[in-house]
């Protein structure tokens, strides 16, 4: 009987030690080893072995310009969304992971991307629910696929004969953490196991061309749940984000080896299912009766799309000593940046003020081009006066005071026009070499924050 072998693994970062440590020298957390059992698979004993499988021959180097490479048609799935954020579509043989809030819809998102993938064999591997459960979700969407398989399974090797018999176009695994490998002796959703079953999947993945979807958990600091090392064998890595008691829910990425990681969906949680929103910006926009002081309109890019959010602030005096900053949805950093420079080049005294402010529609932005924005709603709520509701702002905010040029100017103004703004207010260095004329909405150009006060206040 071969001996039982034991090996400290990291619970945070997957760091491996012969011996217990309090510290991990990886990650810098304290009281995170645990001892797991591992066990040394036979030569010729794999996880995933394709039919015909025999001895492989030794790879060797070539030269780079002799690598034969074939560009691969991406899979359309019908949701624009989804493509978006992938790059254009499923790459075959592509190992996706998508973590997320628990409940923010993360299976609903990918049952019904199977139930509207047509003409695909789908096979969807569920470890948390049953196959009752699915179907009952599924009958209340309205895509409907004849070749969507259902397998409550958490055993690997239990899905890979599956696999075999069924040889499906697209696998989805519901989820990562709940799949245990008989050649890793520890529990499920331990750091061993986590990382015995990507690499088995990958494997799967890579050898077939089968694209592969994992879901995956995520801790109670966002961060998505199990090794790090998880992320790094995983070819796109997607975040479900949004307020699950809210209908819209957000979907971006952290990495993407096929594509930008700027992009961004969103979707409408309904009961039948999530909808995609073609036009983000008409319901990042609130509908108001009257003009609101506070209140200032940004043109952002996210990714290749444009967005139009508002800029809420309130700026009130301090009553209760320090003074506070608040900020939801905009670095916190940047805001007192931004405060710093309207106290020192406008005058305006700050010091002694509540500031709290809000990107409404629960988006987190981090684009430069909102400066001018936010200091124009920071303005606003200090001087009590409103701004008006047909001007929108797209332009940095220097320590000197200046307004300097953004990226895709372009694509800013026409979004604003397209939704109806008679003005929006940039900095006079970034549309130099523009043909204005091919825009109907007035465009202000401003180089310092002076003459933007003089231009709307």
Request: charged fraction near 25%; include cysteine.
């Amino acid at each position: 009987m071969a001996k039982v072998k034991t090996t400290f693994f990291c619970q945070n970062c997957g760091a491996q030690s012969p011996k217990w440590i309090g510290r991990c020298p990886a990650c810098g957390e304290w009281n995170t080893y645990v001892e797991e059992i591992v066990q040394k698979e036979e030569t010729g004993k794999g996880s995933w072995k394709p039919q015909g499988a025999g001895t492989k021959k030794a790879s060797s180097p070539k030269r780079i310009h002799e690598v034969n490479y074939e560009e691969q048609a991406r899979w359309i799935t019908g949701d624009p969304e989804l493509d978006r954020v992938l790059g254009g579509g499923i790459v075959p043989g592509s190992l996706v992971l998508i973590g997320g809030e628990p409940g923010i819809g993360k299976s609903t998102l990918m049952l019904q991307i199977a139930l509207i993938l047509k003409g695909k064999t789908i096979l969807y591997v569920s470890g948390e629910e049953s196959e009752a459960q699915i179907k009952m979700r599924a009958d209340r969407m309205e895509a409907k696929n004849p070749d969507c398989y259902v397998l409550s399974e958490t055993n690997t090797q239990q899905i890979f004969q599956q696999i075999e018999v069924l040889n499906p176009d697209l696998l989805v695994i519901d989820s990562i953490q709940t799949l245990n490998s008989q050649y890793v002796e520890s529990a499920a959703g331990s750091v061993s196991q986590v990382r015995e079953c990507t690499a088995e999947l990958m494997k799967f993945a890579k050898e077939t061309g089968t694209p592969v979807f994992l879901i995956g958990h995520i801790t109670k600091d966002g961060s998505i749940a199990g090794p790090k090392v998880l992320e790094h064998m995983v070819d796109t890595v997607l975040q479900f984000e949004g307020d699950r008691h809210l209908t819209y829910r957000i979907l971006r990425t952290s990495k993407n080896r096929f594509g930008s990681t700027h992009e961004l969906g969103i979707y409408e949680m309904r009961a039948e299912g999530l909808r995609s929103v073609a036009n983000p910006s008409e319901i990042l926009l609130t509908q108001r009766e009257e003009v609101l002081n506070g209140v200032a309109i940004g043109a952002m890019m996210e990714g290749n799309r444009p967005l139009l959010i508002e800029i809420q602030s309130l700026v009130s005096p301090a009553t209760y000593g320090t003074p506070q900053r608040s900020s939801t949805g905009h670095d916190a950093k940047r805001l007192n940046m931004l405060l710093a420079v309207l106290e020192k080049r406008g005058g305006m005294k700050l010091g002694q003020q509540d500031v709290f402010l809000n990107v409404a529609g629960g988006l987190r932005v981090d684009d430069p081009g909102l400066d001018l924005a936010v200091c124009a709603s920071l303005i606003s709520s200090y001087e009590d006066t409103p701004v008006s509701e047909h001007i929108s702002f797209a332009g940095e905010v220097g320590l000197g005071g200046e307004i300097r040029a953004v990226s895709r100017i372009e694509n800013r103004i026409a979004e604003a026009e397209k939704l109806g703004f008679k003005k929006i207010m940039v900095s006079k260095y970034a549309v130099k070499g523009l043909d204005l004329k091919k825009f109907k909405i007035q465009i202000l150009q401003v180089s310092k924050l002076e003459e933007m006060y003089q231009l709307i206040f």
